[in-house]
């Protein structure tokens, strides 16, 4: 079945530090979506990329969807403290609803 | 605009008892799945539906049932719960059309099996 995976599992910044959570799928995906999850809160969609080789930007947050469409990534630039929580990226096979999420980044950034 | 209404919040069941989990949104979108939340395992996706009436098997359907009545309603049952069952229970509806693909998620229900 479609398999998505994340890494790395766990990173810890330095506050100001930039940070990059990678996202490989075992088969070619038509969309990815990436979502942040507080601790102790529920996952909230961040941004959805379709087109191969697409790089989008919200802030200081860069995502890209690779040109084979079975990679992304999502890099912060400068964290803050607001930043912490787990990053992940799902996403969807051909026409099909099932959006498979990956295990997710940890983020912690030290002030 | 509630948005996605879970209940209950905090749930302890014994071993072999059945129960459902509710969940409703009030912003008439077709598309609700809903998801487990393991330590170290991610989200994984139990069953979906993609309109009323039209339900299908996730990752990890196994033990759950679910239907979809009405758009606003996607409850999720428990058939005979089981310690592996023990988790975090996410709700998520999306719309069919628009700009805004992304999932908008409950604010979860965590489940303990005893």
């Known amino acids: 079945g479609q398999q998505v995976m994340q890494i790395p599992q766990y990173q810890h910044v330095q506050e100001g530090e930039d940070f990059t959570t990678y996202c490989n799928s075992s088969?070619?995906?038509?969309?990815i979506q990436w979502y942040k999850q507080r601790p102790g809160g529920h996952p909230v969609f961040l941004i959805q990329?379709?087109?191969?080789?697409e790089v989008k930007k919200q802030k200081r947050l860069t995502f890209q969807f690779g040109e084979a469409k079975k990679n992304s990534s999502l890099h912060i630039t400068a964290t803050q403290t607001t930043d912490v929580g787990t990053y992940f990226c799902?996403?969807?096979?051909?026409?099909?609803?099932?959006?498979?999420f990956g295990k997710g980044t940890k983020l912690t950034v030290n002030p | 605009n509630a948005g996605v209404t879970q209940t209950p919040k905090f749930q302890v069941l014994k071993t072999g008892q059945s129960m459902t989990l509710q969940c409703a949104q009030d912003?008439?979108?077709?598309?609700m799945s809903w998801y487990r939340q393991d330590p170290g395992m991610g989200l994984r996706l139990i069953h979906y539906?993609?309109?009323?009436?039209?339900?299908d098997q996730g990752e990890v359907p196994n033990g759950y049932n679910v239907s979809r009545s009405t758009t606003e309603d996607f409850p999720l049952r428990l058939l005979s719960a089981a310690p592996s069952q023990t988790s975090v229970y996410f709700c998520?509806?999306?719309?069919?059309?628009?700009?805004?693909?992304?999932?908008?998620f409950g604010s979860g229900t965590r489940l303990t099996v005893v």
């Open positions: 998520a509806s999306r719309p069919d059309r628009g700009p805004n693909y992304g999932y908008t």
């Open positions: 088969t070619t995906l038509s969309n």
């Open positions: 990329l379709v087109k191969s080789g």
């Open positions: 799902a996403g969807r096979q051909g026409g099909s609803e099932k959006l498979v």
């Open positions: 912003m008439n979108h077709e598309y």
């Open positions: 539906s993609v309109g009323a009436g039209i339900t």
